[in-house]
């Protein structure tokens, strides 16, 4: 995969800065909506599922930092044997887990990575579990408002909605043949963030090639975006997109007439193990 821009250059430190802003966010609304509440945007979730899932996740990515071949429980596990009133404990304990992880692994520790065109592996599990931790105090946040949170009240910054996006476009749906494949190939979608609100990271947009075979991804600039031809063309603020694409959000405007970003919303999934 190749482009005209390259891939945004989010320090580590930034990632575990956001890492930890949104593992306290995502305890603050939990808290605030209770263990029970429904989580809209994570159909037949509730509070409980979120948390025990996010603590499982962080485990995981704690264990392969390590190197170590730790067992990670079930979600079902975790609610079986941690009590309600521990479980933001339990929560909050593999957060610091995870940290602990960064702190002592070594600048060239050869973790296993899993995304197509990946950075070396400690800035790949910083960056993943950043954006990993704020889609699901996204969640959280859901669940407190009883619906899908707008992208001021998300409040992710445009720095990072930018490299999140990048994640999600050239590491995720690049990964195999698609569901969107069957869905709408041949198509070619843009994802155009307004430019004027791209932040330090610079003008940075998407061509997304969608084949009968799978999803090829270039990084590109707005300009050159808006004239390749596209059949479908995403555009919002970088937090509107970032929320929008990963279905957090309702934000995200298209140009097009063949219902692209309704069939992105039903196929573009992505799902634990």
């Not at 619906?147 to 930018?162: F, H, I, T």
């Not at 190939?185 to 969608?210: F, I, K, M, Q, S």
């Not at 991804?217 to 929008?244: I, K, N």
């Not at 298209?254 to 634990?272: I, P, T």
């Amino acid at each position: 995969m190749s482009g005209a821009a390259p891939r945004p250059a989010v320090p580590e430190a930034a990632h575990l800065r956001a890492l930890r802003a949104a593992a306290d966010a995502l305890a603050s609304r939990a808290a605030t909506a209770g263990l029970d509440a429904p989580v809209p945007t994570c159909p037949r979730w509730t509070v409980a599922d979120l948390v025990a899932h996010q603590g499982i996740v962080h485990r995981w990515a704690a264990g392969n930092l390590r190197l170590d071949d730790a067992p990670v429980p079930a979600k079902r596990e975790v609610l079986r044997v941690v009590p309600p009133a521990e479980l933001l404990d339990w929560f909050a304990a593999g957060v610091a887990e995870l940290e602990d992880a960064f702190a002592t692994a070594a600048p060239d520790v050869r973790a296993m990575t899993f995304l197509k065109d990946p950075p070396a592996p400690r800035a790949f599990w910083a960056r993943r579990q950043a954006h990993e931790t704020t889609v699901h105090a996204t969640d959280a946040l859901a669940a407190v408002l009883g619906r899908r949170p707008r992208s001021d009240e998300a409040d992710v910054a445009a720095d990072l909605a930018l490299d999140g996006l990048d994640e999600l476009l050239t590491g995720f749906v690049t990964r195999g043949r698609h569901a969107l494949c069957t869905a709408v190939a041949p198509a070619r979608v843009a994802v155009v963030p307004h430019p004027a609100e791209a932040g330090d990271a610079g003008p940075l947009a998407w061509l997304l090639d969608v084949t009968p075979d799978g999803i090829v991804t270039s990084r590109t600039t707005p300009e050159e975006a808006e004239a390749a031809g596209a059949d479908g063309v995403f555009r919002g603020s970088p937090a509107q997109l970032y929320l929008g694409l990963w279905n957090r959000g309702d934000e995200v405007t298209e140009d097009d007439g063949r219902g692209l970003l309704a069939a992105w919303s039903g196929n573009v999934k992505v799902s634990w193990r």
